[in-house]
């Protein structure tokens, strides 16, 4: 059974500074995604990442994807408080052969962004 | 049209009704998904649709019933519900030959059952 883990799962940072959110998944997949989730709303897309060293930025978020270690990080940088919000990160399972696929979610990461 | 739409947005519902969760879509996305999300967890796949057939179903109770009456519209249909069945219900779609390269969700039906 695939098993992903996020760590830090509570996230408590400065306006300005740095941070890593790690997701950690157990079996081979070279599709991952990582998604912001603001209170009460919906999923949205933050990156989508195919293929082993895969790395994505946009604004102050980075992603990267590490196939081998099975191991993706999202980079904040400089923070700011808009980025207060949940992030997921979700493993993406093709059966084999089939043409849908079937998204496994870390158990989030709740972020918050003081002044 | 870039968009998943789901309605109703809020519903509130007793043990007894029966209600349907309707998503749509026109991207021609042929693999079309539901989500169900209690508070403060992850989305946890219910249900996958692919080519209006029904692919996946995670072990899901028979009192929730999805239906893909064409390519572009997705129901879940509620009956009987419990109060734990209280969620967030996320439709979402992909594109299909091949690999999904991302998913497009809708904004969900925060669901209440009392």
């Known amino acids: 059974e695939l098993k992903v883990e996020q760590n830090p799962l509570f996230l408590s940072m400065q306006e300005g500074k740095n941070y890593t959110i790690y997701c950690n998944y157990s079996?081979?997949?070279?599709?991952l995604y990582w998604y912001r989730q603001d209170p009460g709303k919906s999923l949205e897309s933050l990156f989508v990442?195919?293929?082993?060293?895969a790395v994505k930025q946009e604004g102050r978020l980075m992603a990267s994807l590490d196939t081998k270690a099975r191991l993706s990080t999202l980079h904040i940088t400089a923070a700011v408080h808009d980025l207060s919000a949940t992030y997921f990160c979700?493993?993406?399972?093709?059966?084999?052969?089939?043409?849908?696929?079937?998204?496994?979610f870390g158990q989030g990461t709740i972020l918050t962004v003081h002044p | 049209d870039t968009e998943v739409t789901q309605t109703p947005k809020h519903l509130v519902m007793g043990m007894t009704n029966k209600k349907s969760l309707k998503c749509e879509q026109h991207?021609?996305?042929?693999?079309m998904y539901w989500y169900k999300q209690k508070a403060k967890k992850p989305p946890e796949l219910m249900f996958v649709?692919?080519?209006?057939?029904?692919?996946i179903n995670e072990s899901v109770p028979s009192r929730f019933s999805p239906e893909c009456p064409n390519s572009s519209l997705l129901n879940l249909h509620l009956h009987a519900l419990q109060p734990e069945d209280s969620a967030l219900y996320l439709c979402?779609?992909?594109?299909?030959?091949?690999?999904?390269?991302?998913?497009?969700f809708g904004s969900g039906t925060r669901l209440t059952v009392v």
């Open positions: 979402a779609s992909s594109l299909v030959g091949g690999v999904p390269v991302g998913y497009t």
């Open positions: 079996t081979t997949s070279d599709r």
């Open positions: 990442l195919l293929s082993n060293g």
């Open positions: 979700a493993v993406d399972r093709n059966a084999g052969g089939t043409s849908y696929g079937k998204l496994t």
């Open positions: 991207m021609g996305h042929r693999a």
């Open positions: 649709y692919s080519y209006e057939k029904l692919s």
